[in-house]
């Protein structure tokens, strides 16, 4: 870092002293002008002054953002090109302070845990109106199935010791420009898929810019889903992969059918998603599933299925599995690699299929003594990627879930169906608009801190 601060310091010195070089010539030369012309040295002077303190500020301010259309080019004394260059000087400025302010906000940030806070009130508005985006599946559009209180879109994420910027649709897909964001995980992915497409179609204002690549029908029976943005040349994907490695069918010799899970094959489909630029991986419910974590005749390695694998050591080997193919077949210097931590349920007594419930629930559990223990499975989690060779940038949402009660679907979940108390209620996935956008933001805030690159490389 002490070396670019020399060099920096360098070339700021090299560009004034050009500077001034240049100026005495110009000087010299206008005034020679001046006494052939009807224009005054003083005007002459006071105008070419104005030009060199625009240049001195765009030489010394490297967050200047002030363009030479907000220059004059040729000399004129009926016009108002002096106090133009006064305005340019004074804009660059004011821009200049701005950009500093946010670069040192970001700077903050990148020291900062962003995911260790709080959730607060807050009256602003989602990052996209409910009911406005077509793209939500039917699972997770509480506001359209009927949903009547609307409290749980008001609370935002408030890390301890910093700011998050207010997430820019805009800006995050000038950052996406050209390149293919893939999401790849189980349906917690696709809530957070479908919730990032919303928040960035609405900063578009020709909505019909954004299209489906493929229909409804085809994802789900391939698994493969994809929205592309027309302007800036890049797609936002999910790809359907709930344990990451591979689910196996097979008929005995009797004929019956069965399935194991290869622990020691990643996913078929990770030759669909082995060249994007960005991909945001997740695993972690389907784990908890009677037959997973049961563990019985399901667990297999090479030929060998195990009568009996605890669950915990089956997902040690899968995530090994899948952390061996990211170091064989990730570019780390093209692909920026993000694992999102597991997402908190909040059934009260008894699962999703033994009548398991979250109605009625309108605010996040306020104390943190109601909140569940640290999830085994990421532990496991943190233990891998430490080990890994390729960078891992881990979004470690689970504890900020785990306030969130009342932001699940509930009996919600489906639109003109009897609601009663015997009905399967969704207490996994989220509504959206909802809590899925903080974690879109996070992603925002974190590649905005890589976009500035505080390391000095």
């Given at each position: 870092m002490a070396y670019f601060k020399n060099l920096?310091?360098?070339?700021?010195?090299?560009?004034?002293?050009?500077?001034?070089i240049i100026s005495l010539v110009l000087l010299s030369l206008l005034f020679l002008l001046a006494s052939q012309t009807n224009h005054s040295p003083a005007l002459i002077a006071s105008a070419l002054t104005s030009r060199l303190l625009f240049a001195a500020n765009f030489y010394i301010s490297p967050f200047s953002s002030v363009s030479s259309s907000n220059t004059c080019l040729v000399l004129d004394s009926e016009s108002n090109c002096t106090l133009s260059s006064v305005t340019a000087v004074e804009t660059a400025h004011a821009n200049s302070r701005k950009d500093q302010e946010r670069y040192n906000r970001i700077k903050k940030l990148s020291s900062c845990d962003i995911f260790n806070g709080k959730w607060v009130a807050d009256n602003s508005e989602p990052l996209y109106k409910p009911?406005?985006?077509?793209?939500?599946?039917?699972?997770?559009?509480?506001?359209?199935?009927?949903?009547?209180?609307?409290?749980?879109?008001?609370?935002?994420?408030?890390?301890?010791?910093?700011?998050?910027?207010?997430?820019?649709?805009?800006?995050?897909?000038?950052?996406?420009?050209?390149?293919?964001?893939?999401?790849v995980g189980d349906s917690l992915n696709r809530n957070m898929w479908e919730s990032?497409?919303?928040?960035?179609?609405?900063?578009?204002?020709?909505?019909?810019?954004?299209?489906?690549?493929?229909?409804?029908?085809?994802?789900?029976?391939?698994?493969?889903?994809?929205?592309?943005?027309?302007?800036?040349?890049?797609?936002?994907?999910?790809?359907?992969s709930p344990f990451l490695v591979q689910e196996s069918k097979f008929s005995d010799k009797s004929g019956a059918r069965g399935e194991t899970l290869r622990l020691d094959m990643i996913q078929?489909?990770?030759?669909?998603?082995?060249?994007?630029?960005?991909?945001?991986?997740?695993?972690?419910?389907?784990?908890t599933h009677h037959k997973t974590f049961k563990?019985?005749?399901?667990?297999?390695?090479?030929?060998?299925?195990?009568?009996?694998?605890?669950?915990?050591?089956?997902?040690?080997?899968?995530?090994?599995?899948?952390?061996?193919?990211?170091?064989?077949?990730?570019?780390?210097?093209r692909t920026r690699v993000f694992f999102r931590g597991y997402s908190a349920s909040h059934f009260r007594k008894g699962q999703w299929n033994t009548g398991g419930s979250c109605h009625g629930e309108m605010k996040p559990i306020a104390?943190?003594?109601?909140?569940?223990?640290?999830?085994?499975?990421?532990?496991?989690?943190?233990?891998?990627?430490?080990?890994?060779?390729?960078?891992?940038?881990?979004?470690?949402?689970?504890?900020?879930?785990?306030?969130?009660?009342?932001?699940?679907?509930?009996?919600?979940?489906?639109?003109?169906?009897?609601?009663?108390?015997?009905?399967f209620q969704d207490c996994s996935h989220w509504c959206l608009p909802g809590?899925?956008?903080?974690?879109?933001?996070?992603?925002?805030?974190?590649?905005?801190?890589?976009?500035?690159?505080?390391?000095?490389?």
């Open positions: 920096s310091s360098s070339l700021m010195s090299l560009a004034r002293t050009h500077i001034l009911g406005s985006c077509p793209f939500i599946d039917e699972a997770f559009n509480c506001f359209k199935n009927g949903r009547p209180d609307s409290d749980y879109l008001k609370y935002k994420w408030r890390p301890s010791g910093c700011q998050l910027p207010r997430f820019d649709g805009g800006k995050m897909l000038e950052m996406l420009r050209g390149k293919r964001l893939v999401f990032l497409v919303c928040a960035l179609r609405d900063s578009l204002k020709d909505k019909s810019r954004v299209y489906e690549v493929s229909g409804r029908q085809r994802f789900r029976t391939q698994g493969f889903y994809s929205f592309k943005f027309r302007d800036y040349m890049c797609s936002i994907d999910f790809i359907k078929g489909s990770s030759t669909k998603y082995c060249d994007a630029d960005i991909i945001i991986f997740n695993t972690g419910h389907w784990w563990g019985y005749n399901y667990f297999q390695e090479g030929s060998h299925v195990y009568n009996k694998l605890e669950v915990k050591e089956a997902y040690t080997k899968a995530l090994k599995t899948w952390a061996q193919w990211v170091d064989a077949n990730i570019d780390s210097n104390s943190d003594t109601y909140i569940a223990t640290y999830p085994w499975m990421m532990r496991v989690l943190e233990s891998v990627i430490a080990e890994m060779k390729t960078p891992v940038f881990y979004l470690n949402i689970t504890r900020m879930t785990d306030y969130r009660q009342d932001g699940h679907p509930s009996i919600y979940r489906q639109r003109e169906i009897p609601r009663g108390p015997g009905m809590v899925p956008d903080s974690w879109n933001e996070l992603l925002y805030a974190t590649l905005l801190i890589s976009h500035y690159d505080f390391t000095g490389k």
